[in-house]
Protein backbone atom coordinates (compact mmCIF):
# COMPACT_ATOMS: atom_id res chain seq x y z
CA UNK A 1 0.00 0.00 0.00
CA UNK A 2 1.67 3.21 -1.13
CA UNK A 3 2.24 6.42 1.64
CA UNK A 4 2.45 8.21 -1.38
CA UNK A 5 0.64 11.64 -0.75
CA UNK A 6 -2.59 12.25 -2.75
CA UNK A 7 -1.60 14.71 -5.60
CA UNK A 8 -3.96 13.45 -8.21
CA UNK A 9 -7.35 16.39 -8.21
CA UNK A 10 -10.82 13.76 -8.48
CA UNK A 11 -12.31 15.76 -11.25
CA UNK A 12 -9.39 13.86 -13.72
CA UNK A 13 -10.77 11.03 -12.77
CA UNK A 14 -13.46 9.61 -15.39
CA UNK A 15 -16.24 7.60 -13.64
CA UNK A 16 -18.45 6.14 -16.24
CA UNK A 17 -18.86 9.49 -18.50
CA UNK A 18 -19.57 7.85 -21.96
CA UNK A 19 -21.24 4.99 -20.25
CA UNK A 20 -25.46 4.61 -19.99
CA UNK A 21 -25.67 7.16 -16.91
CA UNK A 22 -22.88 9.72 -18.97
CA UNK A 23 -23.83 13.69 -19.06
CA UNK A 24 -25.72 12.90 -22.41
CA UNK A 25 -28.05 10.77 -20.63
CA UNK A 26 -28.49 12.82 -17.91
CA UNK A 27 -28.87 16.33 -19.68
CA UNK A 28 -31.42 14.93 -21.52
CA UNK A 29 -33.59 14.27 -18.80
CA UNK A 30 -33.26 16.90 -16.51
CA UNK A 31 -34.15 19.56 -19.51
CA UNK A 32 -37.46 17.49 -20.73
CA UNK A 33 -37.71 16.66 -16.94
CA UNK A 34 -38.18 20.28 -16.88
CA UNK A 35 -40.31 20.71 -19.89
CA UNK A 36 -42.81 18.33 -18.49
CA UNK A 37 -43.09 20.00 -15.18
CA UNK A 38 -43.91 22.97 -16.50
CA UNK A 39 -46.22 22.03 -18.81
CA UNK A 40 -47.97 19.39 -16.00
CA UNK A 41 -47.93 22.62 -13.71
CA UNK A 42 -48.94 25.17 -16.64
CA UNK A 43 -52.34 23.12 -16.85
CA UNK A 44 -53.20 23.62 -13.20
CA UNK A 45 -53.06 27.27 -13.61
CA UNK A 46 -56.34 28.39 -15.03
CA UNK A 47 -58.20 27.01 -11.91
CA UNK A 48 -55.48 29.13 -9.94
CA UNK A 49 -55.38 32.33 -8.18
CA UNK A 50 -52.96 34.93 -10.79
CA UNK A 51 -49.39 35.20 -10.08
CA UNK A 52 -48.32 31.94 -8.81
CA UNK A 53 -45.24 30.47 -10.70
CA UNK A 54 -45.31 27.37 -13.09
CA UNK A 55 -41.70 26.74 -12.54
CA UNK A 56 -39.51 27.10 -9.16
CA UNK A 57 -35.93 27.70 -9.53
CA UNK A 58 -34.88 24.81 -7.25
CA UNK A 59 -36.61 22.27 -9.41
CA UNK A 60 -33.38 22.81 -11.41
CA UNK A 61 -31.37 21.26 -8.72
CA UNK A 62 -33.42 18.63 -7.60
CA UNK A 63 -33.21 17.70 -11.69
CA UNK A 64 -29.36 17.87 -11.26
CA UNK A 65 -29.84 15.50 -8.68
CA UNK A 66 -32.44 13.15 -10.11
CA UNK A 67 -30.74 12.33 -13.62
CA UNK A 68 -26.49 13.02 -12.97
CA UNK A 69 -26.38 10.77 -9.81
CA UNK A 70 -29.72 9.02 -9.05
CA UNK A 71 -27.40 6.69 -6.98
CA UNK A 72 -27.27 9.24 -4.76
CA UNK A 73 -28.97 9.29 -1.31
CA UNK A 74 -29.97 12.26 -1.58
CA UNK A 75 -31.62 12.06 -5.11
CA UNK A 76 -33.83 9.28 -3.81
CA UNK A 77 -38.02 9.62 -4.61
CA UNK A 78 -39.06 10.29 -1.05
CA UNK A 79 -36.16 12.85 -0.94
CA UNK A 80 -37.27 14.86 -4.02
CA UNK A 81 -40.67 14.84 -3.17
CA UNK A 82 -40.66 15.33 0.40
CA UNK A 83 -37.51 17.24 0.98
CA UNK A 84 -38.74 20.07 -1.38
CA UNK A 85 -42.89 19.89 0.19
CA UNK A 86 -41.74 19.98 3.62
CA UNK A 87 -39.12 22.61 3.17
CA UNK A 88 -41.63 24.43 1.11
CA UNK A 89 -44.44 24.11 3.76
CA UNK A 90 -41.75 25.38 6.51
CA UNK A 91 -40.74 28.49 4.32
CA UNK A 92 -44.34 29.59 3.95
CA UNK A 93 -45.66 29.29 7.45
CA UNK A 94 -42.37 31.21 9.21
CA UNK A 95 -42.40 33.64 6.20
CA UNK A 96 -46.17 34.38 6.99
CA UNK A 97 -45.74 33.78 10.80
CA UNK A 98 -42.11 36.20 11.04
CA UNK A 99 -42.93 39.00 8.18
CA UNK A 100 -39.42 39.53 8.20
CA UNK A 101 -37.77 38.53 4.80
CA UNK A 102 -34.07 38.13 6.69
CA UNK A 103 -35.21 36.67 9.69
CA UNK A 104 -37.79 34.17 8.10
CA UNK A 105 -35.36 33.14 5.49
CA UNK A 106 -32.61 31.89 8.10
CA UNK A 107 -35.00 30.41 10.43
CA UNK A 108 -36.97 28.61 7.49
CA UNK A 109 -33.44 27.08 5.81
CA UNK A 110 -32.22 25.70 9.33
CA UNK A 111 -35.58 24.55 10.48
CA UNK A 112 -36.10 22.76 7.34
CA UNK A 113 -32.65 21.21 7.78
CA UNK A 114 -33.89 19.67 10.83
CA UNK A 115 -37.06 18.41 9.66
CA UNK A 116 -35.35 16.89 6.76
CA UNK A 117 -32.97 15.00 8.92
CA UNK A 118 -35.57 13.39 11.02
CA UNK A 119 -37.99 12.73 8.13
CA UNK A 120 -35.13 10.77 6.58
CA UNK A 121 -35.83 12.88 3.07
CA UNK A 122 -32.46 15.56 2.99
CA UNK A 123 -32.37 17.02 -0.05
CA UNK A 124 -30.17 20.03 -0.57
CA UNK A 125 -32.30 21.38 -3.23
CA UNK A 126 -35.07 21.58 -0.28
CA UNK A 127 -33.03 24.85 1.72
CA UNK A 128 -33.34 26.81 -1.67
CA UNK A 129 -37.31 25.83 -1.82
CA UNK A 130 -37.61 27.07 2.46
CA UNK A 131 -35.59 29.83 1.43
CA UNK A 132 -37.65 30.98 -1.93
CA UNK A 133 -40.96 30.18 -0.06
CA UNK A 134 -39.88 32.20 3.30
CA UNK A 135 -38.92 35.07 1.36
CA UNK A 136 -42.12 35.00 -0.60
CA UNK A 137 -44.41 34.85 2.16
CA UNK A 138 -42.91 37.25 4.19
CA UNK A 139 -41.99 39.94 0.86
CA UNK A 140 -44.40 42.17 -0.41
CA UNK A 141 -45.98 39.11 -2.69
CA UNK A 142 -47.63 37.65 0.12
CA UNK A 143 -47.12 33.71 -0.78
CA UNK A 144 -49.28 31.49 1.08
CA UNK A 145 -49.82 28.08 1.06
CA UNK A 146 -51.26 27.90 -2.15
CA UNK A 147 -48.39 28.35 -3.50
CA UNK A 148 -47.91 24.78 -2.48
CA UNK A 149 -50.08 23.41 -5.53
CA UNK A 150 -47.52 24.27 -8.25
CA UNK A 151 -44.85 23.33 -6.20
CA UNK A 152 -46.24 19.94 -5.88
CA UNK A 153 -47.09 20.00 -9.12
CA UNK A 154 -43.46 21.10 -9.99
CA UNK A 155 -41.86 18.39 -7.72
CA UNK A 156 -44.20 15.31 -8.33
CA UNK A 157 -43.94 15.89 -12.56
CA UNK A 158 -39.69 16.01 -12.09
CA UNK A 159 -40.38 12.80 -9.91
CA UNK A 160 -42.63 10.70 -12.51
CA UNK A 161 -40.56 11.36 -15.25
CA UNK A 162 -37.21 11.18 -13.34
CA UNK A 163 -38.80 7.25 -12.41
CA UNK A 164 -39.80 6.56 -15.81
CA UNK A 165 -36.66 8.10 -17.53
CA UNK A 166 -34.40 6.38 -15.48
CA UNK A 167 -35.81 3.08 -15.48
CA UNK A 168 -36.09 3.08 -19.46
CA UNK A 169 -32.30 3.90 -20.06
CA UNK A 170 -31.46 1.25 -17.86
CA UNK A 171 -30.91 2.66 -14.22
CA UNK A 172 -33.25 1.20 -11.20
CA UNK A 173 -34.83 4.20 -9.84
CA UNK A 174 -35.36 4.42 -6.69
CA UNK A 175 -31.71 3.35 -6.79
CA UNK A 176 -30.91 -0.58 -6.12
CA UNK A 177 -27.74 -1.89 -5.15
CA UNK A 178 -26.29 -4.71 -7.08
CA UNK A 179 -25.48 -7.60 -4.83
CA UNK A 180 -21.66 -8.63 -4.67
CA UNK A 181 -21.19 -12.34 -4.66
CA UNK A 182 -18.86 -12.89 -2.01
CA UNK A 183 -15.14 -13.16 -2.45
CA UNK A 184 -13.59 -16.60 -2.49
CA UNK A 185 -11.12 -16.40 0.47
CA UNK A 186 -7.13 -15.27 -0.42
CA UNK A 187 -5.27 -13.60 1.17
CA UNK A 188 -5.46 -10.02 2.37
CA UNK A 189 -5.08 -8.18 -0.49
CA UNK A 190 -4.15 -4.04 -0.81
CA UNK A 191 -5.36 -1.52 -3.20
CA UNK A 192 -4.09 1.51 -4.24
CA UNK A 193 -5.70 4.74 -5.61
CA UNK A 194 -5.15 3.86 -9.03
CA UNK A 195 -7.07 0.50 -8.04
CA UNK A 196 -10.14 3.14 -7.48
CA UNK A 197 -10.12 5.44 -10.17
CA UNK A 198 -9.46 2.14 -12.67
CA UNK A 199 -12.61 0.94 -11.20
CA UNK A 200 -14.93 4.18 -11.04
CA UNK A 201 -13.79 4.69 -14.52
CA UNK A 202 -15.27 1.06 -15.63
CA UNK A 203 -18.58 1.78 -12.80
CA UNK A 204 -21.20 2.28 -14.73
CA UNK A 205 -22.50 4.54 -11.77
CA UNK A 206 -21.35 7.96 -10.80
CA UNK A 207 -21.00 7.94 -7.20
CA UNK A 208 -21.13 11.15 -5.31
CA UNK A 209 -17.88 10.56 -3.40
CA UNK A 210 -14.31 11.70 -3.89
CA UNK A 211 -11.93 9.54 -4.56
CA UNK A 212 -9.68 10.39 -2.40
CA UNK A 213 -12.26 9.98 0.21
CA UNK A 214 -12.89 6.45 -1.01
CA UNK A 215 -9.32 6.28 -0.75
CA UNK A 216 -9.32 7.63 2.57
CA UNK A 217 -12.50 4.85 3.66
CA UNK A 218 -10.78 1.45 2.46
CA UNK A 219 -7.86 2.77 4.24
CA UNK A 220 -9.67 2.97 7.42
CA UNK A 221 -11.81 -0.15 6.78
CA UNK A 222 -7.96 -2.48 6.42
CA UNK A 223 -6.99 -0.86 9.44
CA UNK A 224 -9.67 -2.13 11.26
CA UNK A 225 -9.64 -5.61 10.07
CA UNK A 226 -6.15 -5.98 10.75
CA UNK A 227 -6.45 -5.15 14.25
CA UNK A 228 -9.04 -7.48 14.46
CA UNK A 229 -6.84 -10.09 12.84
CA UNK A 230 -4.14 -9.02 15.14
CA UNK A 231 -6.30 -9.30 18.46
Excluded at 14 to 33: C, I, K, N, Y
Aim: proline share 10%; net charge negative; glycine share 10%.
Amino acid sequence: MSDTPHQHPASLIPQAVLGPLGWLRGSFGAGFAILAAGLATSALMPGLPPGLPFLIAPLGASAVLVFAVPASPVAQPWSVVGGNLLSATIGLMLGALIGHPLMAAGLAVGAAIAAMTFARCLHPPGGACALLCALGAAGPEQWSLVHLVPIAANVLALALFGWAYNNLTGHRWPHVVAPVPPAPARAAATHTREDIAATLATWEELLDVDVDDLDAFYRAVNERVAARRDG
